[in-house]
């Protein structure tokens, strides 16, 4: 099972990254798979989730109309757009699987992140 995360980079404050997550080892549309995030010296938190089979999707408030959560089943990939970048947003990203309860998100599994540095 690997969940592989890429497309981090340096970015200025407003602009927009897209981050990919290749999904391989199981029945991708199975599974909720998502993005969370950790910067230094921060608790890991989740971002986004979105459930394969049916595209519904959850978002922290804090990305709410900024990130959008998307996937492409015939490639078992996930995207994270990320738009409006903040310097607060600077953290790497994992790509993981994942499930929402009590109004966050629980994330599991996660493979090697990618690093997004957002410069104000």
């Known amino acids: 099972v690997q969940l592989q995360a890429s497309g981090g980079g340096l970015v200025q404050a407003g602009g927009s990254l897209r981050l990919s997550c290749a999904a391989s080892?199981?029945?991708?549309?199975?599974?909720?798979i998502g993005w969370s995030r950790q910067a230094p010296g921060k608790e890991r938190e989740g971002v986004a989730c979105?459930?394969?089979?049916?595209?519904?999707?959850y978002y922290r408030d804090f990305v709410k109309g900024r990130f959008l959560i998307s996937s492409d089943n015939a490639k078992n990939t996930v995207y994270l757009q990320m738009n409006s970048l903040k310097p607060e947003d600077s953290a790497v990203y994992y790509c993981?699987?994942?499930?929402?309860?009590?109004?966050?998100?629980?994330?599991?599994?996660w493979g090697q992140g990618t690093q997004v540095t957002v410069s104000s």
């Open positions: 080892g199981f029945t991708f549309d199975e599974y909720q």
């Open positions: 993981t699987f994942c499930t929402v309860s009590t109004g966050t998100i629980h994330s599991r599994s």
């Open positions: 979105i459930k394969i089979n049916d595209g519904s999707t």
